[in-house]
Nanobody
Framework: QVQLMESGGGLVQPGGSLRLSCAASGRIFSIDVMAWYRQAPGKERELVAK???????NYGDSVKGRFTISRDNAKNTVWLQMNTLKPEDTAVYYCYVLHQLSGRLVDAWGQGTQVTVSS
C-alpha cells in the first residue's frame, strides 16, 4: 500500500500564498501521475493540477497562472505552490497519485488538508 502525507494547509488572507506538500511512502515501484484535487463544501471534487513523471503538467482553468505544481521523483514528493489566493480557493485539498504495483496501475488518495482563504 501507498501512504500519502500532506502538509501545508491553513488560513491565509486573500492575495496571499501557501505551499502544499505531499510525500508518498510504502510499496512504490514508480509513480506515473501526481496531482492535487480539491473539494469545497457542497461541490464536487475537482482537479486542481496534475504532473506526469516526465514533468508535463495540467491545471484547472480557475487556477491557471496562479498555482504551480512540481515534483521530485527521487523523493516521491509533489508540491503545489498557490499564489494570489482567492476566497473561492477555500476547500479541502487532496493529494492523488497513480502508481505502478505488480504490473497494474493503482491510485491512492491523501487524507486532505484544509485551505481557507479569508480576511
Amino acid at each position: 500500500q501507498v501512504q500519502l502525507m500532506e502538509s501545508g494547509g491553513g488560513l491565509v488572507q486573500p492575495g496571499g500564498s501557501l505551499r502544499l506538500s505531499c510525500a508518498a511512502s510504502g510499496r512504490i515501484f514508480s509513480i506515473d501521475v501526481m496531482a492535487w484535487y480539491r473539494q469545497a463544501p457542497g461541490k464536487e471534487r475537482e482537479l486542481v493540477a496534475k504532473i506526469s513523471s516526465g514533468g508535463s503538467s495540467n491545471y484547472g482553468d480557475s487556477v491557471k497562472g496562479r498555482f504551480t505544481i512540481s515534483r521530485d521523483n527521487a523523493k516521491n514528493t509533489v508540491w503545489l505552490q498557490m499564489n494570489t489566493l482567492k476566497p473561492e480557493d477555500t476547500a479541502v485539498y487532496y493529494c492523488y497519485v497513480l502508481h505502478q504495483l505488480s504490473g497494474r496501475l493503482v491510485d491512492a488518495w491523501g487524507q486532505g488538508t484544509q485551505v481557507t482563504v479569508s480576511s
